[in-house]
């Protein structure tokens, strides 16, 4: 009976003996509810022991920081930028008038040309930087690269909350600022500036030294460069050039530097002409070699002769061209020598067929090598950038085959010994040269037939944009050959030509403060000439156009009774800048 019934209660679940089974049963309820109603208060203060402790925890992290404690981390958060706005930069009147030109190809008809120059001008917005160095990065790519400084054409609307790096710059540029308390205010009227140059431009030479980056109120761009100057200071030797391929050097602003110049015009004997070299002349006003040029959206390299070597061992430096490009190139070796005879600068013409011929007064050019880098520096004369050649050999008073099609022999024949070419044409395409040098024009080997080209505006466009194509057809025998088109040296004739009464007497930079700001170069046939080609422009036309002080004016001591020169210029000084921007220009081509 007892078996059975144990069997029945295992049925429903109960195991044990029946006996002990029962007892439990039969147990009273009410210790039955006593247990249970303490397991359920254990598990209500469990409860109550989470919520308290997350509770604790919650207000703890809420004290610490209470903005953040439950935002998502600041990389899972979409951010969303104001719109830049663009300010469209108004382009200055250009020197040379494009009526005067024809297009790269001559051959079209004139008045179509125009009309298409015209369209193309209001159509196309063309920017020196973009057409000779590529386009720069776009602007999301620019926001993930950290780098000390940003190239930016237009110029951001909002507002950023300045970073611990941005607010050690602003300290460093008070600092700068501070020791520089002449520079710190802009001047307000043409009187103040005048007096300013008055002050801190002295009448004597300064030693050669680094150039000095200043900051001016109406630049809100020179934090950086104020950064860099306070890191010369601190006794850094060297400064990265802040600088990229968006950077058009043709904008910007000449300022005061008291550093400057760069060389002493008295003592650059060896390399510098007498009739250029002002300084040896009656001029007593020499605030024009103070002068820096600033450009306005990127700091340019400070140029050192030792870092020019450098860069330049093993190679040669080429300037082609007429008499600005000489000055160029007697520029370029007083900076590099410091104005001072170097042993170790070598005569090395021969080696590019610079030898006086009998009866000349000069060879067709000079080139001297530095020995130390194995560094050379030449010059040939081409004055029309095109090949000359005498008609009849036999006859001194022979008329020359002026070839428009053709590059200048000269490049034809050594240009595989040039790493860094210069070009410039300009002044020379004149009746008067044309006439006196019996010069006759020619295309495809024959005298000019086409009354296109007659025009010698037409004949100069087109004979630099021949040059400049073959120049780039070349560059993929010579894949280390870095090209450069110089742009129009301006005049500053006033009241007439060199010839017939016209002046430039002004001696007193008024410049300063005066920024350059199109975006289309002033030598409207460069722009084009060089517009999708590998040849780069050097564009110096609107900087060196506001410098009308400059030239060597009615001090020339080769100057018939009356007349001035304001086509060239006093060395050291304009020059020099075209010099400085070829150097950051070869670093980043």
Known sequence: MKEASSTRLSVYGFSGDSDSIIADIKQPRDSRMKRGALKRSARHISVVLVVLVCATVGIWTWDSNPTMAFLPRESQILKLEAEEKTEKIPTAQNTETKDSYSSATPFVNKEQTKEDQTNNKDTEEVSVSETNQGKPPPLEEKKL??????????????????????????????????????????PTSEENKLKQVTQEVSVGEAVPNTTHIEKTNSDPENKTLATEEAKKDNGSTSTAPIANQACNYAKGKWVVDKHRPLYSGRHCKPWLASMWACRLMQRKDFAFERLRWQPKDCSMENFEASKFLKRMQNKTLAFVGDSLGRQQFQSMMCMITGGKQRLNVHDVGPEFGFITPRGGARPGGWAYRFQETNTTVLYHWSSTLCDIQPIKISNPLTEHAMHLDRPPAFLRNYLHKIDVLVMNTGHHWNRGKLNGNRWVMHVNGVPNANRKLAALGDAKNFTIHSTVSWVSSQLTNHPGLKAFYRSLSPRHFVGGEWNTGGSCNNTTPMSIGKEVLQEESSDYSAGHAVKGTGVKLLDVTALSGVRDEGHISRFSVSASRGGQDCLHWCLPGVPDTWNEILFAMIYCF
Do not use: D, G, R
């Open 145 to 186: 690269e950290h780098v000390e400084h940003e190239v930016i054409v237009s110029e951001s609307k909002h507002q950023k909350t300045p970073t611990s790096e941005e607010k050690n710059l602003e300290q460093i540029e008070h600092e700068v600022i501070a020791s520089e308390p002449k520079h710190q205010n802009a």
